[in-house]
């Protein structure tokens, strides 16, 4: 219960424009910044991606801040600004992998806005990686359980299209079991997270062993030889190094080799943890965000880790 009271909480300070203004001009609070956000521009994220690699064989989505929009222009700069990303990656040998959420690209404004930018994101996408290595991936993020629906058939939509898409379902959701069942069937690429948001009982998992018991349930799903045959990808994004024992023993367990599927992490939680997969040979990815709206993202962070509210508040006392 304190645990949903903390998350809704920093949901609402999210989404508060005067808390981000502030926290968004404070000098005191710029470290999270440096923390969680790779830079302002895509070049920053693909920067920061370059020297994940060079020094870690970590691979990187980038992510340009900017969710639940509710003006046109927004929606428009935030293609834009995704567009920027999938050139800044073409232009290197990194991976073409960019994160989206629906309502960065008009799903609050009109849902039927959403599936063209989509799309025309995943063609460029698809346009830069004619002939080269590595992964693309136009990566559809999960936000509140109202949109979970929509970014599922959007995703499918794009997939049966042929264009290089994936998809995130989270653990907390009671409906996810079956969400990954039909997508592992598919041969999908899906990210697997724990889950943001504060949700009631009748649809979602409300305590702590109730989700990782879900977590690991999913996990098996995953990496299931039926999973496996059809094609499907699992990439499995959590901190807790208990579930990432989990899902190695699991892949062991079903003939899962290094490299068919990966952990994702993200940028400034536990990267420690990241660096020392990666060092085991497993393939590791971070979320790297970027761009001058941060308050959302970094928020989200503390609102997932308690512990992180610490930082923010020495840094609101001055110390």
Known sequence: MLRRAWQSSMIA?????????F?????????????YVAGKTAADGVARARRLMEEAGIRSSLFYMGEYVDRLDLVEENVAQK??????????TLDIHV?????????????????????????AMAERADGRGGVTCLMFDMEDASVTGPTIAMHDALQDAGLPT?????????????DMAAQAARGSRVRLVRGAFAEGREIAYTTTPDIKDSYRRLLDAMFSAEARAAGFYPIVATHDTALHDHAIAAAEAGGWPKGSYEFEML?????????????????????????????PHAVRRIGEYPGNALLLARSLLGG
């Open 13 to 21: 300070a999210a989404r508060s424009p005067r808390i981000k203004h």
């Open 23 to 35: 926290m968004q001009t404070s000098r005191a609070t710029s470290f999270l910044a440096d923390k």
């Open 83 to 92: 567009l920027a990303a999938v050139d800044a990656l073409g232009a290197t």
């Open 99 to 123: 994160s989206v959420d629906p309502t960065q690209i008009g799903y609050q404004i009109d849902p039927s806005l959403v599936q063209p930018r989509a799309e025309r994101i995943a063609r």
């Open 166 to 178: 994936a998809l995130t379902l989270q653990a907390y959701l009671r409906r996810t079991e079956a």
């Open 267 to 295: 940028l400034g939680v536990r990267e420690d943890v990241a660096r020392a997969l990666a060092g085991r040979g497993e393939q590791v990815r971070l979320y790297v965000p970027f761009g001058e709206n941060w308050w």
